[in-house]
């Protein structure tokens, strides 16, 4: 993929739709390379432009007109520590060495990109696969740092953008602070590891998302909740039970999170095939989602299918006992149902949602949680402290040994998951 003196190319925006998509291109002459596709508005080429200016203007591919573009170009020295031939030869022939980085901002369509991409590819460019942003962002620093950047190019929400950018400031330097503990303090080095482990758990959720499942018998306010969760009616309310047959998933964000918000068909017994398919996928759904919210009519007295599912739901992890329609004047209190967290809402006023938000970050561990702690965030990450972990008590000099090369080690010391330049 590295092409010797070449350019490489890489999309920084996450895959699919989205306002503004980003083209990185990498390469002692990026500037003439990109210079051949792009035409400022302003006339004149890039290389004519002054450094660290942004150019506004078309990309073009041969006569056609791809997309209005803002063209950035940087220069990158701190590159130097990454060893490749073409810089070895040009330091040995005492030459200084440096990569432009000219980063095209353009609209955010697939197309869009795509035709940006195979344009420069035909211009010489190799194009990158998605991770490969690791290979093009500034290749110095710990390989904390360069996870941290490969990460923030898939960020879902503005939570976890913070979280990345503090870790990546924060983070190598509690991992420089229990290395030099391993040997001469291994029970501390071991507590302040396992503490940045631990944070794992939620830390994955911040990146990947989860998905949150409204379960329930018929007509207990599934969809009126959903609907007001998401925050517009996306799925139909009504007051016929059994109502929603498919399942409907939308994205929406809870105090930073990324969550999948999935309603689900009424679970009853049902002598109508479609109605017991539905349910069925209502169950399939449910066992996947990380939080089951199990929604009850607390203005009627509990069905046989409310008694069975809460029956059910003692054997399930991260659920929530939601009792709707507080605000009926028979509404009844929460059932006493053990094991799960009650809270008593009104889907169709809004009132106790904002409980019932915290109840739900509380199940997946952000109670008390902040972005601005010491704390790993890749599946890679967590594996390496869990080896570390594991040696430490029986051999603290090798476990320093593996802190400094999984964790601590710099990029170019490393083998990163996108390749270097
Ligand atoms: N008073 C009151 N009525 C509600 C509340 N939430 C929902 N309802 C009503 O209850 C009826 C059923 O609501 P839905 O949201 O369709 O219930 P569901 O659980 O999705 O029903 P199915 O799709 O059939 O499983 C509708 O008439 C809603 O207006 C609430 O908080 N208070
Ligand atoms: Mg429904």
New binding site residues.
């Given amino acids: 993929m590295t092409t010797e003196g070449g350019h490489r190319v890489v999309v920084l925006t996450p895959p699919g739709a989205g306002a503004i998509g980003v083209v990185r291109v990498v390469g002692p002459d990026a500037v003439s390379l990109v210079d051949q596709a792009f035409h400022p508005a302003s006339g004149g080429g890039l290389s004519a432009a002054q450094g660290d200016r942004l150019r506004y203007g078309h990309f073009v591919d041969g006569e056609e007109t791809i997309d209005d573009v803002i063209v950035s170009v940087t220069t990158r020295h701190e590159g130097k520590n990454v060893e490749t031939p073409k810089r070895r030869n040009a330091e040995t022939r005492g030459e200084e060495s440096a990569d432009l980085v000219v980063d095209i901002s353009a609209h955010g369509g697939v197309r869009v990109i795509e035709r940006i991409l195979q344009t420069l590819e035909r211009l010489g460019a190799s194009v990158g696969e998605p991770g490969d942003a690791v290979g093009l962002a500034w290749p110095t620093g710990s390989q904390i740092e360069h996870e941290a950047i490969e990460a923030l190019t898939r960020a879902k929400t503005e939570r976890a953008v913070r979280f990345l950018a503090w870790q990546r400031e924060n983070l190598p330097a509690e991992l420089e602070a229990i290395a030099l503990l391993c040997r001469s303090d291994p029970a501390a080095a071991r507590q302040r590891l396992t503490a940045i482990a631990d944070g794992y758990a939620v830390a994955r959720t911040l990146m990947e998302g989860v998905t949150v499942a409204l379960v329930g018998p018929p007509n207990s306010g599934?969809?009126t909740l959903f609907n007001r969760l998401i925050g517009r009616p996306a799925?139909?309310?009504s007051p016929q039970p059994g109502?929603?047959r498919d399942w409907v998933a939308e994205p929406v964000e809870m105090d930073g999170v990324p969550v999948t918000l999935v309603?689900t068909?009424?679970r009853r017994e049902s002598d109508d095939p479609l109605e017991q398919q539905a349910v069925e996928v209502s169950r399939r759904v449910t066992e996947r989602a990380e939080v089951r919210l199990l929604l009850l009519d607390g203005s009627q007295p509990l069905s046989s299918s409310g008694k069975e599912l809460l029956a059910a739901s003692h054997l399930w992890t991260g659920c929530l006992t939601v009792i709707n329609k507080a605000d009926a004047g028979n509404a009844r209190p929460a059932p006493n149902v053990g094991g799960h967290n009650n809270v008593s809402i009104s889907a169709l006023t809004g009132t106790g949602c904002d409980k019932l938000l915290s109840a739900i970050l509380a199940v997946l561990g952000y109670r008390g949680w902040v972005e601005s702690i010491p704390c790993l965030f890749t599946a890679r990450q967590a594996e390496a402290a869990a080896d570390v972990l594991s040696v430490l008590p029986l051999d603290p000099m090798a476990a320093e040994q593996r802190l400094q090369q999984c964790l601590i080690g710099r990029c170019d010391q490393v083998t990163t998951t996108g390749g270097g330049l």
């Fill in positions: 599934k969809s799925t139909v309310v109502t929603t309603d068909a009424g």
